[in-house]
């Protein structure tokens, strides 16, 4: 099992920044990738970043490129988001979340086999 544990939400300013960690434990922590969501009220759960393991690539959704850092530190399995220029929009709950594999696409909740109990984000205007 694996167990995600976020952390760094608050509540911040349009045009703050936070940055959001998660920290993973479990004798059966190794990632293909990992990814952040987020969920705001009443809405689907939606990517917002992901991050490859390895290799460290990453990809973001539209909606946070330019503004979100997704990395990872592969000694202290984490993986954080750093989130600048903030706005109300991006208010939610903040999701972390582990992909055991390829061959299913990032932006998918489905595709991820771990999930962090979340943190909230809110961005007042």
């Known amino acids: 099992q694996v167990q995600l544990v976020e952390s760094g939400g608050g509540l911040v300013q349009a045009g703050g920044s936070l940055t959001l960690s998660c920290a993973a434990s479990g004798r059966t922590f190794s990632p293909y990738s990992m990814g952040w969501f987020r969920q705001a009220p009443g809405k689907e759960r939606e990517f917002v970043a992901h991050i490859n393991w390895s290799i460290g690539t990453t990809a973001y959704a539209d909606s946070v490129k330019g503004r979100f850092t997704i990395s990872r530190d592969k000694a202290k399995n984490t993986v954080s988001l750093q989130m600048t220029s903030l706005k109300p929009e991006d208010t939610a709950v903040y999701y972390c979340?582990?992909?055991?594999?390829?061959?299913?696409?990032?932006?998918?909740?489905?595709?991820?086999?771990?999930w962090g109990q979340g943190t909230q984000v809110t961005v007042s205007s």
């Open positions: 979340a582990v992909r055991t594999g390829p061959g299913r696409s990032i932006f998918t909740p489905l595709s991820y086999d771990y």
